[in-house]
Structure formats: structure tokens, C-alpha cells
Nanobody
Framework: QVHLAESGGGSAQAGGSLRLSCAASQDTASTYCMAWFRQAPGKEREGVAY???????SYLNSVKGRFTISRSDAKRSLYLQMNSLKPEDTGMYYC?????????????????WGQGTQVTVSS
């Protein structure tokens, strides 16, 4: 079972940027979908972005053009570059990993989760 640990959360002003990182305990290069989810208080967890083992990406509509997901398999790491942040981006951000090539935004697709890192965007 792969273990995940996020870092890089914090506070930012609207329009600012943050970069989240996720370190994996084992190689996920060829066998795992990797994704970022977020959860705001009182709301369900939602998928923000995912990246396949082949490097294909997909984004939540509301973050397209502002967020970029990437992975460094050599470093066993996943990243989320967040630009032009908005107050509605506030929430706990989670890194997730799931075996196989088919990725989606269902939480059930992912078997490994990090503890989360808080992102707070003020207006």
C-alpha cells in the first residue's frame, strides 16, 4: 500500500499562487493514477485534477487554466500549481493514488489518500 504525504498548503490572497506537493512512499510511475481532491467545510470532497501514468491530465472546470497538475516519477512526487487563486478554492486538499490506467474523479477510484493540507484564500 502506497503512503502519501502532502505539503505546501497555506494562506494566500485572491489572485495569488500556491504550489502543493505530495510525496509517495513507493514508485507510482507506471501503475497509478494520481489525483488532487479538495473538500470545503460542509461540502463533499471533489476532484480537482488527475494525471494518468502516461501523463494525460484532466481538470475540474472551475480550475481549468489556473491549476496545473504534474508528476515527477523520479522523485515519487505529485504537484499542483495553483495560480489566480479565488476564495472558493479554499479547502483541505488531498493527494490520492489508485492502481491502473483508467482515471476519473470518483473518490472510490483511489485506494490511497494523504492526510491533507489546508489552503485558505482570502479576498
Amino acid at each position: 500500500q502506497v503512503h502519501l504525504a502532502e505539503s505546501g498548503g497555506g494562506s494566500a490572497q485572491a489572485g495569488g499562487s500556491l504550489r502543493l506537493s505530495c510525496a509517495a512512499s513507493q514508485d507510482t510511475a507506471s501503475t497509478y493514477c494520481m489525483a488532487w481532491f479538495r473538500q470545503a467545510p460542509g461540502k463533499e470532497r471533489e476532484g480537482v485534477a488527475y494525471i494518468t501514468s502516461g501523463g494525460s491530465t484532466s481538470y475540474l472546470n472551475s480550475v481549468k487554466g489556473r491549476f496545473t497538475i504534474s508528476r515527477s516519477d523520479a522523485k515519487r512526487s505529485l504537484y499542483l500549481q495553483m495560480n489566480s487563486l479565488k476564495p472558493e478554492d479554499t479547502g483541505m486538499y488531498y493527494c490520492a493514488a489508485g492502481r491502473g490506467d483508467y482515471c476519473n474523479f470518483s473518490t472510490h477510484r483511489y485506494s490511497a489518500w494523504g492526510q491533507g493540507t489546508q489552503v485558505t484564500v482570502s479576498s
